[in-house]
């Protein structure tokens, strides 16, 4: 009866441990898949958020590209309109060939006037006076397109410093040409010579 009992109790034990485990296996098993619910939840989550910083960083490349691609169109012609500023600047300083063929017209219309019966007096005015004022005029207005344009270059924002700096010598370039031509033109450097000397 001892080895009955022993054995009852034994199979009982050995039924209760096996209870106990799979009760542990019952247990365990659910939170396993919680476990991996949750895992597969932040993954999901993380993925997300990989796509989303992935995105906002192609969008940043993008405006980056064209940011820098809209300036590199519009530099080229602030670069051009600078130096171009700077070439009427000193073209107007030095004269152009637009100059000197009006002064030669006036010239000419002056000798015409005054052929016949002409005195010295508006010989002078009408032959030298003219053309001159005639060149000044024309340099005046090349000094004023390259003010202009030198202005311009300036005002607009975003221009390389290189640019700029053109653009300033054109725009001093310029403004002395025109005040050279407007002094040549009031005659406030030099005066027309009168027939008595």
Wanted: glycine share 10%; proline share 3%.
């Amino acid at each position: 009866m001892d080895t009955k009992t022993t054995t009852e109790k034994t199979g009982e034990s050995a039924e209760s441990a096996e209870g106990a485990e799979s009760a542990k296996t019952a247990e365990a098993a659910p939170a396993e898949d919680t476990a991996v619910v949750v895992l597969d939840k932040q993954a999901d989550d993380l993925t997300d958020d990989a796509a989303d910083a992935l995105a906002d960083d192609e969008d940043d490349e993008d405006d980056l590209l064209s940011e820098e691609a809209a300036p590199a169109s519009s530099g080229i012609g602030g670069a051009a309109a600078a130096v171009v500023s700077a070439a009427l600047g000193a073209v107007a300083l030095t004269g152009t060939w637009t100059g000197k063929v009006v002064s030669e017209r006036e010239t000419l219309l002056g000798q015409i006037k005054t052929s016949g019966s002409g005195t010295p007096a508006q010989q002078i005015s009408e032959i030298y006076g003219d053309a001159w004022h005639s060149t000044a005029l024309v340099n005046g207005v090349f000094s004023l397109v390259a003010l202009f344009v030198a202005v311009l270059v300036l005002i607009l924002p975003g221009r390389p410093t290189w640019v700029r700096s053109v653009a300033v010598a054109g725009a001093v370039l310029g403004g002395l040409g025109l005040l050279l031509s407007a002094g040549t033109y009031f005659d406030l450097f030099l005066s027309l010579p009168t027939a008595g000397s």
